[in-house]
């Protein structure tokens, strides 16, 4: 069955912190995706990546970047964090390029304080 | 930028009534699909209809697309109360990228 894992359910950073989401899909998916989810605005595409050392800019990429260096692991990284950035945090992959059904992670809710 | 929007924003039903929702969007699509969200769970893909596709079915659900009036519908018949949940619509943009555009949601309570 597909299974797409990010690190941490819950997490709580302080502001102007360097933090790491991570999420590892075992499907040997190619496309990666990294959403934010805000109550009244619904998920919104931060960044997503179709292969290795790929990376492509969603609607609200600022403020944040990405790594994926092997093909199961996308990492979200937000380089100084802020309370503008609390949110809950989704990772997903599909198979390979083309629309295809994404497969979610369980999310994580971060506290920016 | 926001695709889909989901109509209702909210419904309560009772167990064993059927749930109608709609989803209209702006641009051409390749395709729509339907997604749910159980509280504070991640999205579960429920169905793909390819823009060629009128209509759909998968157990107890049944997606109609209409390209001509830009919308879409998802009915859930003999509805439970396991089907409370929150569902999205997504789409792509046809010749734009492969990227999906989710849709606000919808929050669907079914009382038992």
């Known amino acids: 069955d597909v299974k797409v894992t990010q690190s941490s359910r819950y997490l709580v950073k302080r502001t102007g912190e360097k933090v790491f989401l991570e999420c590892v899909q075992d499907?040997?998916?190619?496309?990666m995706f990294w959403y934010r989810q805000d109550p009244g605005l619904g998920l919104r595409l931060i960044y997503f990546?179709?292969?290795?050392?790929?990376?492509e800019k969603g609607d609200i990429p600022e403020g944040y970047s990405v790594s994926r260096e092997k093909k199961e692991r996308f990492s979200l990284i937000l380089e100084s964090a802020s309370t503008n950035q609390t949110s809950m945090y989704l990772c997903?992959?599909?198979?390979?390029?083309?629309?295809?059904?994404?497969?979610f992670g369980d999310g994580t809710r971060l506290s920016i304080l | 930028s926001q695709q889909g929007e989901e109509d209702p924003q909210a419904l309560s039903i009772q167990e064993g009534e059927n749930a109608t929702m709609n989803c209209s969007y702006k641009?051409?699509?390749?395709?729509l699909q339907w997604y749910r969200q159980n509280s504070g769970r991640g999205l579960v893909h429920l169905i793909l209809i390819r823009s060629n596709e009128r209509e759909k079915h998968s157990g107890r659900l049944r997606v109609t697309l209409d390209t001509s009036k830009k919308s879409s519908s998802l009915l859930i018949t003999a509805s439970r109360a396991a089907d409370t949940a929150s569902y999205f619509c997504a789409t792509d943009q046809k010749g734009g990228s492969e990227k999906l555009v989710f849709g606000k949601g919808m929050k669907l309570t079914v009382n038992p």
């Open positions: 499907m040997d998916h190619e496309n």
């Open positions: 641009t051409s699509i390749n395709n």
């Open positions: 990546s179709y292969d290795v050392k790929m990376k």
């Open positions: 997903a992959s599909s198979l390979f390029r083309g629309i295809q059904p994404q497969h």
